[in-house]
């Protein structure tokens, strides 16, 4: 973490029903309650699954900022889904971006339909590696099935989000906001899948 | 839980700007709110309907928004603080009333929030709906922050009350459904006012024509209340080399486009909270210190002409201005703003270079761009009952061989327009309009037209606007195939329930209004089924196409998945025999994956068989009774 950065930009992408919404606002209310200046902006092809999701989080000391980040500008980026990384790195990563990446695709219907292709695992590699900094690759949703619903995918991604320590964030911190708003059974699998998360970020 | 009704004044919260609109009520002392659901509005009443009971509120889910700004109208003749809360397309069926409402006036502070969506991320339109304000000579307010659109509701309360007249508030995507920072005021405490219609007065337009000059009187002395407003607000230089004049979600994007540039000291930004009617000293005093002015606002050029024509009219004192916008094509004409936007048009009014990347990184980019991102086409979702419906009414179609087609309006199901609905949907447009287009299409036999056309309707649709075109179709004999896919909920807009229900927005339990009693007692030939029930639901659109007289009703009935799954487990664990999946060989071109499509399915490229992606499946059952070969093996999990 750089002590002199004063704000930071960080994308949640994935694909509709990943619980990329609920993950960013979870991260949200956590700055917020630090003190931090913190804005969201979503955006989403429609409100049903399949489409694109990409949430815009930009957290500040200083001032509110607008909820798109500019063109290149993302510092962090959290992919539930590896082509969708990619898609967001080319208009929002730079040389500097730091890619945390979900290794499980999730199929388009275009793809599933066999109009058009998927690439390959080693060539999605390539381009991230080419386009970012550095790239962390968890296979969450792998984990998060062995755990019992592959909804806790977005949670195991937010435990490496915290470890590999981009942002002023600590995970204590997070639990406290997670135990704000989660009870009983629910609270304990996600801070699970929060630990979970701790020990899987990989280069 | 809704945490709008936190009684803790002073303490910061991260919230949704319709949060900070529903929390800018609570704060005005708001009684009755009422919407019909639409992206990005809805989260407004929602918040409000989960705080009704301790908050002592009466909130609503009225059948359309028409409706429902007549129920707020009737709380604020009655003294009531009212709220009325609708997307964009839905302030058109709302003017019909809204442009008596104006003359008429109201008793207690009555606003009217409209929540655009710029880019028509979740909608049919990216209609901009400020010129209704200036149609119907009222005031419009537009926040640019999410604290700001806490205050301004608080404040557009006490302004319609002043005036008399209802206050209208524009949000759009970017400010109603983001989020940010916003410190909470005071709750009010209970006034246990008694609500009361003095009958004495009689609130009607007449006199027209002296209300109609009273409105235009309102209007000078909206600009003079707005002249102090803290919503208009000025930063940067005494005399700017150029002036940005914004409002809405262009403020935080002017301010960014600048630092990027390093313009901060060249360019002032003026941000104009209170867009209708301008504050006229305000602006006029601004554009006398600067040569060149750029608009910056989403989506039509309201504020640009608005200004312009104050230009005009004080040309001699400001001088000769140069105007930049989107009539002089700086800014497009279409589409949501972004910093990116702005800092484009700056570059080419100041020949300013700037770069977000380097050229190596954008060609780098750029080839990932053409190369490797597959599109994501929407579709339904997985166990989706639309998905079973449009395949049976595809097979019934092509069955009757008569060259027929389907019409829409809005709703999930509008996907069907695409490989989603195998393009079935034809034509469309707004809420109702399917039934009101296939009552016209079936008059058309006596001048040689013979294609079966059925019109798709959702159960919410129903009630809002598509009853009267059924009436209609018979009323007039028209020969029409309505299909009403019961899903039991608004699920486009978050599942929010409907008359259909048998539940209300105060959680009530009520009746539930019986379509088929409804559609039967119109004159309409009604049969239910269940969509997957596969061959059920064909026999039944293929007699209901045959039948070549009147209207006929097709509901094809099944809970919505994503509500449906909540409650119950999976019903079948779903996969695929590899011993009979033939893949290519079979001949049935791949019905399941390429065909039917169902995001639950995979074409596994090394074995060429079908699959079943089980992180995605939900174990409908439907593909395993399209597979031709019984490949698709349904098991029912006990």
Request: glycine letters at 8%; aromatic letters at 8%.
């Amino acid at each position: 973490m750089n002590p002199e950065k004063n704000f930071y930009n960080l994308i949640i992408t994935g694909v509709g029903g990943q619980g990329n919404v609920l993950s960013s606002q979870l991260i949200g209310q956590a700055f917020v309650h630090k003190g931090y200046f913190t804005t969201i902006g979503e955006t989403y092809g429609a409100s049903q699954r399949g489409g694109s999701v990409m949430s815009h989080i930009r957290i500040s000391s200083k001032k509110q900022l607008s909820p798109l980040i500019p063109k290149g500008k993302a510092d962090i980026i959290v992919a539930l889904e590896p082509v969708e990384a990619l898609r967001v790195l080319t208009h929002y990563g730079n040389p500097e971006t730091v890619v945390i990446v979900n290794t499980r695709p999730i199929y388009p219907v275009d793809v599933i339909s066999g109009k058009e292709a998927y690439p390959e695992f080693a060539e999605i590699k390539k381009s991230l590696k080419t386009l970012s900094r550095k790239v962390y690759y968890v296979s969450a949703t792998d984990q998060a099935m062995e755990m019992g619903s592959p909804i806790l995918g977005n949670m195991i991604m937010i435990g490496a989000l915290l470890q590999v320590n981009l942002l002023p964030l600590s995970m204590e911190e997070f639990r406290q906001t997670l135990s704000k708003n989660f009870n009983g059974k629910r609270l304990e699998t996600n801070l699970q899948a929060l630990e979970q998360g701790k020990k899987m970020a990989r280069v | 839980m809704s945490i709008i009704d936190l009684d803790a004044p002073g303490k910061e919260l991260l919230l949704m700007g319709n949060e900070a609109i529903a929390r800018g009520a609570l704060e005005a002392g708001v009684k009755v709110c009422t919407a019909y659901p639409g992206t990005p509005s809805t989260d407004i009443i929602e918040n409000l309907a989960s705080v009704a009971k301790p908050m002592g509120l009466y909130v609503e889910w009225s059948i359309n928004e028409k409706v429902a700004l007549e129920v707020a109208s009737a709380a604020s003749f009655s003294g009531l603080r009212a709220l009325c809360a609708m997307k964009q397309n839905g302030l058109n069926v709302a003017s019909d009333y809204l442009l008596s409402l104006n003359l008429i006036g109201i008793e207690a502070g009555l606003l009217l929030v409209t929540c655009d969506d710029p880019s028509a991320h979740s909608s049919s339109t990216e209609q901009d709906s400020r010129p209704f304000a200036k149609l119907a000579d009222l005031p419009l307010l537009e926040p640019s922050t999410f604290q700001e659109a806490k205050e301004m509701t608080k404040w557009a309360f006490a302004l319609s009350e002043e005036m008399g007249i209802v206050c209208l508030m524009r949000g759009v995507t970017r400010t109603s459904h983001a989020r940010g920072n916003v410190t909470l005021g005071p709750l009010p405490s209970p006034d246990g006012r008694k609500a009361w219609f003095d009958k004495t007065r009689q609130r009607n337009t007449h006199p027209v024509c002296q209300k109609h000059d009273q409105l235009h009187r309102n209007l000078i002395r909206l600009e003079e209340i707005f002249a102090a407003s803290p919503f208009n607000q000025y930063i940067g230089p005494e005399r700017p080399k150029a002036l940005i004049i914004t409002c809405g979600s262009g403020w935080l994007y002017s301010q960014e486009a600048l630092e990027l540039l390093g313009l901060e000291d060249a360019v002032g930004v003026l941000k104009i909270g209170t867009t209708w009617p301008l504050p006229t000293t305000m602006i006029i005093e601004k554009l006398e210190k600067t040569p060149k002015v750029l608009f910056v606002e989403e989506v039509d050029s309201f504020l640009e002409g608005n200004v312009k024509e104050l230009a005009a009219d004080f040309s001699g004192q400001i001088g000769p201005k140069t105007f930049f916008g989107k009539r002089s094509q700086h800014i497009p004409f279409f589409g949501e703003m972004n910093a990116d936007r702005v800092i484009d048009a700056l570059g080419k009014i100041f020949q300013v270079r700037y770069q977000a990347r380097s050229p190596r990184y954008e060609a780098q980019a750029a080839e990932v761009a053409e190369k490797m991102l597959p599109s994501r086409a929407l579709g339904f979702c997985p166990g989706c009952p639309h998905r079973a419906s449009y395949w049976s009414i595809k097979n019934a179609l092509q069955l009757d061989n008569r060259q027929g087609f389907a019409t829409y309006d809005i709703g999930c199901y509008a996907l069907g327009r695409g490989p989603a609905g195998y393009y079935l949907l034809k034509t469309g447009g707004a809420m109702g309009t399917g039934t009101g287009l296939a009552s016209g299409f079936g008059k058309l036999a006596s001048f040689g037209f013979d294609q079966p056309v059925v019109a798709m309707c959702g159960d919410s649709t129903f009630f809002h606007a598509a009853m009267p075109p059924l009436v209609n179709a018979c009323y007039n004999k028209s020969n029409l195939v309505m299909v009403i896919l019961d899903n039991s909920t608004t699920a486009m807009t978050g599942f929010q329930p409907h008359p259909g229900v048998g539940r209300n927005a105060m959680g009530e339990e009520v009746a539930p209004v019986d379509i088929e009693a409804v559609c039967h007692s119109f004159g309409a030939k009604v049969s239910v089924t269940d969509p997957f029930d596969l061959e059920g639901t064909k026999q039944k659109m293929l007699q209901a196409l045959e039948d070549p007289v009147g209207a006929k009703v097709v509901i094809m009935r099944r809970q919505c998945q994503m509500l449906k799954g909540k409650e119950e487990k999976l019903p079948y664990q779903v996969r695929v025999n590899p011993e009979i999946c033939i893949g290519d060989d079979c001949g049935c071109d791949r019905l399941c994956t390429r065909v039917f499509k169902c995001p639950g399915l995979m074409w596994d490229n090394k074995l060429a068989q079908a699959r079943i992606d089980e992180v995605i499946c939900v174990g409908c059952g439907v593909c395993a009774d399209i597979c031709p070969e019984k490949a698709i093996i349904k098991e029912e999990i006990r």
